[in-house]
Nanobody
Framework: QLQLAESGGGLVQTGDSLRLSCAASGRARSTNAMAWARQAPGKEREFVAAISWSGGNIYYVDSVKGRFTISRDNAKNTVYLQMNSLKPEDTAVYYC???????????????????WGQGTQVTVSS
């Protein structure tokens, strides 16, 4: 009953920026920790970033730290991933995830999340 819909992916060049959005519906009124993960063809899913329900606790994987910013607007039931200085190795399908919570905890592993979107493709050409 919680649906997540990613948008904002596309084809860009090295050094460009993209902002991904994840809109929650259904059980959107519940409090959720949110996250972004990505998966490239033939590779394991990689956890990218996470944010607690209040936005006060944030986690980034080392490979995107300093380039990506996760944020949320709870009034709009939307989570964002601002991606700057994109590299070819960022090419992947990006997935949004949610975990209903009752505390302001940030969860740093993909298996800790209950709901996942369908993904949006990000392709970075060299």
């Amino acid at each position: 009953q919680l649906q997540l819909a990613e948008s904002g992916g596309g084809l860009v060049q090295t050094g460009d920026s993209l902002r991904l959005s994840c809109a929650a519906s259904g059980r959107a009124r519940s409090t959720n920790a949110m996250a972004w993960a990505r998966q490239a063809p033939g590779k394991e899913r990689e956890f990218v970033a996470a944010i607690s329900w209040s936005g006060g606790n944030i986690y980034y994987v080392d490979s995107v730290k300093g380039r990506f910013t996760i944020s949320r607007d709870n009034a709009k039931n939307t989570v964002y991933l601002q991606m700057n200085s994109l590299k070819p190795e960022d090419t992947a399908v990006y997935y949004c995830a949610a975990r209903p919570v009752v505390s302001d905890t940030v969860y740093q592993q993909a298996w800790e999340y209950d709901y996942w979107g369908q993904g949006t493709q990000v392709t970075v050409s060299s």
